[in-house]
């Protein structure tokens, strides 16, 4: 395998809490604000379910990418140890955290010019860059380098495939990717979007049906079109969700009942991308031959 490694990574994943640092992962936090409060996501945090609460309740969010010091720090303490780096966040299409993460390797480089330090963009958000962190993990108990990993994550990354729904356009209105006029209008007609992560890692539009049920509905018509030759060798199946647990559960079982994956974790989307989406979101992450 070479030189012992440290996966670094964001807190913006939504693997299940303590995961990833159970396996040995490094978390960096990402900071939120909700209302007039910042928490730091380190001394200062709220529960999934306060957080979700405090937005049904009004209160503004915002996010934002964690700092170069924070990044430098913890590749720091790798390197210093005699460690490579395999650092891994959330997509460039969505957050610029992949930017300081390239000054910092270009600075610790420089300090340490022997040591592997692999950045790399995962053009993934939420569950879809938790599975690749997931399989990051895996990998390195095979046996694989550094460098063997990340080839590894980037031939993978392309076969993530993101469906989601909204269950409130508000939240979308609010972040800009709709007009106010739109959220209202969609939300009397009780519309709901259904959106995915594309090839560049941005968000978009995939289809709108109205009602809830035809949503959940529409996230595994999705998958049956998008899974392609991955349809029976489904291997991790990861389902996220803002504060609704029943509607996880509906999909989880849906999914169990057509594909038998090897493995289906359970999550919730945490304030970094919730922030975004707003309670009631729903997630299913796949492999598949398309996004």
Excluded: W
């Amino acid at each position: 395998m070479g030189r012992d490694y440290v996966i670094i990574t964001d807190s913006s994943n939504d693997l299940p809490v303590g995961y990833a640092e159970e396996q040995g992962v490094v978390i960096i936090p990402i900071s939120f604000e909700i209302g007039d409060e910042v928490f730091d996501g380190r001394e200062k945090t709220l529960t999934k379910k306060e957080f979700y609460d405090r937005m049904r309740a009004g209160q503004g969010t915002k996010t934002a990418a964690p700092n170069i010091n924070d990044i430098e720090e913890e590749f720091e303490k790798a390197l210093s140890a005699g460690k490579d780096v395999l650092f891994t966040c959330l997509s460039s299409g969505i957050s610029s955290t992949i930017n300081n993460a390239f000054v910092c390797k270009e600075e610790m480089q420089e300090k340490y010019p022997d040591a592997e330090i692999c950045v790399f963009d995962s053009i993934c958000a939420s569950g879809g860059h938790g599975l690749l962190i997931y399989h990051a993990i895996e990998n390195k108990k095979k046996g694989m380098s550094v460098k063997e990993n990340m080839q590894a994550l980037e031939e993978l990354k392309h076969r993530i495939v993101h469906k989601f729904t909204v269950d409130d356009l508000t939240y979308l209105q609010r972040g800009g990717r709709i007009s106010k006029t739109a959220a209202v209008i969609g939300g009397m007609i009780q519309l709901k979007p259904v959106l995915h992560v594309d090839t560049e890692g941005r968000l978009a539009a995939e289809s709108k049906v109205r009602g809830r049920k035809k949503a959940l509905n529409q996230l595994l018509a999705e998958m049956d079109i998008c899974t392609g030759g991955y349809a029976d060798k489904q291997d991790v199946v990861l389902i996220c969700h803002a504060d609704c647990p029943e509607d996880a559960e509906y999909v989880r079982a849906k999914v169990e009942e057509k594909y038998h994956p090897n493995k289906i974790i359970m999550s919730e989307v945490g304030p970094i991308v919730g922030a975004h989406v707003g309670p009631g979101t729903m997630v299913l992450i796949f492999e598949g031959d398309k996004r």
